[in-house]
């Protein structure tokens, strides 16, 4: 079993390691400067696909936590590349925010209506009857269905909202076809974070506050597998599962080295 000695690249989620509410938790500035005193590779994952790296990077800023945009890793990036391997120069019907059109647009896709090679459903706060019903439509047709996440709720100041996967439950009612989701906990998110920082699974390690995605997704993927407890995740929530963490933390605090303490001498 790896130590986190061992570990030369990180991953890490955002919401719930480094943030809270828009507010950075403790040890997360000092550990992303840490990484970057020392020349270590690493992204900041997320499975929002409504921002684009810019804008979070921005958001990331004002909590008090310096990540450059090319630190961030975004499920709609991942899915932009997973498209852009599969099919090259494609086409695709988008339901989504400008993170997801921005990534689409710098992987060579066109947006269209006709005739889509993918119907591509992200994040958005203005879901429409008229675009859901185009998207159905498009499917029984033959278009491809992709997703750029699975979480079915997402946070807001009056309490859950229906996300990404609830809407594309919504479509495979009507449709009778699953999409191929391409965010956390598929693996494949963090196999394309890592091939963009240049990393192996023999040394990389991500920290994540979900059991659900972000540990099951980093085990399948051979990672070293961090959780804190920061988020969502006690130790009830923990015993749910059969699956464990290499590590359990209560925050990324913990993850900071310290200098040795220099005694005075006598």
């Excluded at 009056?158 to 999409?179: D, H, N, R, S, V």
């Excluded at 965010?183 to 979900?210: C, L, V, Y």
Aim: hydrophobic content about 40%.
């Amino acid at each position: 079993m790896r130590t986190r000695d061992e570990i030369e690249c990180w991953l890490t989620d955002m919401d719930g390691v480094l943030v809270h509410e828009n507010q950075a938790l403790p040890g997360a500035a000092e550990l992303l400067q840490q990484w970057t005193d020392a020349g270590t590779p690493f992204l900041v994952l997320t499975n929002n696909s409504i921002f684009t790296p810019r804008d979070l990077s921005a958001r990331l800023r004002s909590s008090g936590l310096n990540v450059p945009e090319e630190r961030i890793w975004t499920s709609a990036l991942a899915t932009a590349d997973f498209l852009k391997q599969q099919s090259p120069g494609g086409t695709a019907f988008v339901i989504g925010e400008v993170g997801l059109t921005t990534a689409l647009h710098e992987a060579g896709f066109i947006m269209t209506e006709t005739n889509p090679d993918y119907v591509v459903v992200g994040e958005t706060r203005n879901y429409s009857f008229e675009a859901i019903t185009k998207a159905i439509r498009l499917l029984l047709k033959g278009a491809r269905f992709i997703v750029t996440n699975p979480d079915a709720t997402g946070p807001s100041a009056e309490g859950p909202m229906p996300a990404t996967g609830a809407i594309a439950a919504l479509i495979t009612k009507a449709t009778g076809m699953e999409p191929y989701v391409v965010g956390k906990p598929n693996p494949m998110m963090f196999r394309s974070a890592m091939n963009r920082i240049g990393a192996h699974s023999e040394n990389t390690g991500m920290i994540g506050d979900r059991m659900d995605t972000d540990i099951v997704a980093g085990i399948e993927a051979g990672l070293h597998t961090v959780l804190v407890l920061t988020g969502i995740s006690d130790d009830s929530e923990i015993a749910r599962y059969p699956f464990r963490p290499d590590e359990i933390l209560d925050g990324v605090h913990q993850l900071l080295s310290r200098e040795p303490i220099e005694s005075d001498e006598i």
